[in-house]
């Protein structure tokens, strides 16, 4: 297998996470089990959970923590990781913490943007994460496309793309998934957010056509029905509707995973014969949760790893269930240090 098989592009940030209460969460307006976009609002809150709770700082950003996750399965030297972060502290603790697990990060740098950064708050079993993109929202399609980055573009096998890059370049997602389709690679991207599909409807659907893998949540999916029109609240349907929209690789069939937390996983494969497949999770006792934070990243990260391996389907899904299996039994989202080797 070449060197860096899997390229990855998203929205980098470094996580804050502190166990808080609703109190907390009142006091921002923020909901248990949410993700959301900073607004001025919400912007005290980053200095607040620094200094008056017991922060645990992560290499975050939903991509990356995918990316991290493939990288854990994977030989060494298999996944790249683009963004943007700042020429800061923060910045040079993501590619530290980047390194350290094995990714290679190629950071465009934003010298008049702080890193981004996303509050985590942590209630019992449910994270609310508020997010200020800063530097992260400052991606440019030019260095996408500047030489070095480009060649890592031409020798990667499969795309991933967080869909909260949606908010950030769309010129490079599409970039990404017209040099997939040109060229018979797999074009992979991550529904994400509820809100992203409520109110970033145009950019999701101009990048639609080049899906080939589509990895979202039973949340997710409703919202994707409900902002299309759909008419329907089942999950199934839902992703035959996602599967057989139009395509530009039409080489392959599209494929949709939809994760339902402790429900089975539902994957469904479009075209004429459109079929549909049920996989149940790896369970694990209550007891050994500690955070759910990022289980469905890591999920996609296990996923991501069996494609590059050429897994089947069935496959692939086990081990994004297994990936995350372990996930959440760390102050996530966070992988095991003592190492775990999938199948042994």
């Not at 950003?61 to 854990?72: F, I, T």
């Not at 599909?197 to 899906?211: C, G, N, P, R, T």
């Not at 069939?253 to 479009?270: A, K, L, S």
């Amino acid at each position: 297998m070449s060197e860096y098989p899997l390229f990855c592009l998203g929205n980098p940030l470094l996580g804050i996470q502190v166990n808080g209460d609703q109190a907390l969460l009142d006091k921002y307006g923020l909901k248990p089990n949410d993700a959301i976009l900073a607004e001025e609002k919400h912007l005290p809150i980053y200095e607040e959970i620094t200094t008056n709770y017991s922060p645990n700082y992560l290499a975050g950003g939903a991509a990356q923590n995918a990316a991290r996750g493939a990288q854990y399965m994977l030989p060494p030297k298999s996944v790249v990781y683009v963004g943007c972060a700042g020429q800061d502290a923060f910045g040079e603790a993501l590619t530290s913490a980047c390194v350290n697990e094995g990714v290679l990060t190629k950071y465009r740098i934003e010298k008049d943007q702080p890193t981004g950064r996303c509050g985590v708050i942590i209630t019992g079993h449910d994270r609310s994460m508020v997010t200020d993109l800063a530097a992260a929202n400052h991606y440019r399609l030019e260095h996408l496309q500047s030489p070095e980055i480009w060649s890592y573009v031409e020798n990667a096998k499969i795309y991933y793309v967080g869909g909260y890059h949606l908010t950030v370049c769309v010129p490079a997602i599409l970039a990404l998934g017209k040099h997939a389709a040109d060229t018979g690679k797999i074009f992979t991207m991550n529904l994400s957010a509820p809100f992203l599909l409520q109110f970033f409807k145009e950019q999701l659907d101009s990048v639609a056509s080049y899906w080939d893998y589509v990895i979202g949540n039973e949340s997710e999916a409703l919202a994707y029905s409900e902002s299309h029109g759909l008419d329907t609240k089942d999950i199934t349907e839902i992703a035959k509707s996602i599967a057989n929209l139009p395509k530009k690789n039409t080489s392959r069939p599209r494929v949709v995973v939809i994760t339902q937390g402790t429900d089975p996983t539902v994957v469904v494969t479009g075209g004429p014969n459109t079929t549909v497949e049920v996989y149940p999770i790896r369970p694990i006792e209550s007891k050994d949760i500690v955070d759910t934070n990022g289980a469905g990243d890591a999920f996609a990260g296990g996923f991501l790893a069996g494609l590059i391996q050429g897994k089947d389907l069935k496959t692939a899904a086990d081990m994004g269930h297994w990936l995350a299996s372990w996930g959440v039994r760390e102050p996530g989202p966070a992988y095991p240090s003592e190492k775990k080797v999938y199948g042994a």
